[in-house]
């Protein structure tokens, strides 16, 4: 009998987050996360007694933790507006790698309906996320409904420029987003 791979706990949820931003969750079967992992399939059940389930749940709690450290967190900090959209900019490229990186809450919300079994918490994120960058906006002078309104549009173009940059095979759709939406925010 070989012996079992080993894998400190981070770098293991940093292979499962890149396994489900590029399968999806229900694109990764038990296999290809063993693969991604350089862990058989009875080490994964071991570190993950809940299964497949588990494992995307730790995903999403890891990038649930990252975007509140990195994103909402320094948007909900003092300072001009402007520094705190153009600060949470420079993270969003690095994030979703210059626009290589699928948004993962995106590829782990279910395709079948629209209560899959991350609804919640990714919603609850992208609510965060809106109401964050629509109280920087409203530092910067808007209105609460027109504040509330942009940020959605925010979000919503950002996850569109993904979108289109990897339908396209050119990061210039994510690039263009970048330098324009800041300034169409506030």
Not at 136 to 152: F, H, Y
Not at 163 to 169: C, N, S, T
Not at 171 to 183: E, G, I, M, V, W
Request: proline letters at 4%.
């Amino acid at each position: 009998m070989g012996r079992t791979a080993t894998i400190e706990d981070g770098e293991l949820v940093a292979r499962l987050t890149e396994a489900f931003r590029n399968l999806g969750y229900e694109g990764a079967t038990l296999a290809l996360l063993a693969e991604a992992t350089g862990l058989q399939k009875a080490s994964l059940y071991h570190r993950f007694p809940g299964g497949k389930d588990q494992m995307a749940r730790e995903v999403l709690e890891s990038a649930q933790s990252w975007i509140e450290e990195h994103i909402l967190r320094p948007l909900k900090g003092p300072g001009d507006p402007a520094a705190r959209i153009a600060a949470m900019t420079h993270r969003l490229e690095e994030l979703y790698d210059g626009g290589r990186q699928p948004c993962l809450l995106n590829v782990l919300a279910s395709g079948r309906n629209l209560e899959g079994p991350f609804a919640a918490e990714i919603k609850g994120m992208f609510q965060a996320w809106i109401a964050a960058l629509a109280a920087v906006a409203v530092d910067a002078g808007l209105d609460k409904k027109a504040a509330r309104l942009r940020a959605e549009r925010f979000v919503a173009l950002l996850e569109g420029s993904l979108v289109v940059a990897r339908g396209m095979g050119t990061l210039q759709p994510f690039r263009d987003f970048l330098k324009s939406a800041p300034a169409e925010l506030l």
